[in-house]
C-alpha cells in the first residue's frame, strides 16, 4: 500500500489505532471527525468487474445516485471473499491503494478538501492522506453519490 501510494506521488502517514466499537469512538481515537473517516467500499458491477465508492463517514452510498454516475443499472456489495478476491484486502481493511487490481475509483464530493482517514490495507492500521491528492492521484470520478445514514 505505501509503495502503491509512493509511485502515486502521494503523501500518507499509516498509523496504528486500537479497534474500534463504533464510527464515533474510531474518529475519537484517531482525533478526527466522523466524516474524515473514508470507507472505501467495493462494488460489483452487473458485468463482473469492480469498482471502489469512497463514502465519508456517517453517510452511506445512494445506490440510485451511484448507478447514474457509473451509467449502469444494476450495482451490488461482493461478499467478503468476492471483495478479497477483487482487492486483495479484507473486509475492513480495503483501500484502493496498492489493491491487486487498480478498479474505478468514484468518490463522494464531500470529502474534497479535508484530510482523510482510509483503511490500512491491515486490522488495526489507518492511512492518512489529502483528500484532494488522493482523488487526482486515482483519477477518481467525483460526484454526489451519497445520502445520510
Known amino acids: 500500500m505505501r509503495a502503491h501510494a509512493a ?3 502521494l503523501d500518507v502517514e499509516v498509523v496504528s489505532r486500537p479497534h474500534a466499537r463504533s464510527l464515533a469512538e474510531a474518529a475519537q481515537l484517531l482525533g478526527i471527525e466522523p466524516g474524515d473517516i473514508v470507507k472505501s467500499l467495493v462494488v460489483r458491477r452487473s458485468d463482473g468487474e469492480y469498482l471502489f465508492a ?12 451511484l448507478r447514474a454516475v457509473v451509467g449502469v443499472n444494476r450495482l451490488s456489495l461482493p461478499d467478503a471473499g468476492q471483495a478479497k478476491e477483487a482487492t486483495g484486502y479484507e473486509r475492513g481493511t480495503i ?24 483503511g490500512g490495507g491491515a486490522h488495526g492500521l489507518s ?15 467525483v460526484a454526489d453519490i451519497t445520502a445520510e445514514e
Open 95 to 118: 483501500t484502493p491503494l496498492g489493491s491487486t487490481t487498480a478498479w474505478p475509483v468514484f468518490a463522494d464530493e464531500r470529502i474534497r478538501g479535508r484530510r482523510v482517514a482510509l
Open 127 to 141: 492511512t492518512f492522506v489529502d483528500a484532494d491528492a488522493l482523488l487526482s492521484a486515482l483519477d477518481a470520478t
Open 7 to 9: 509511485r502515486l506521488g
Open 54 to 65: 469512497l463514502v465519508p463517514g456517517g453517510r452511506k452510498i445512494d445506490w440510485a445516485k
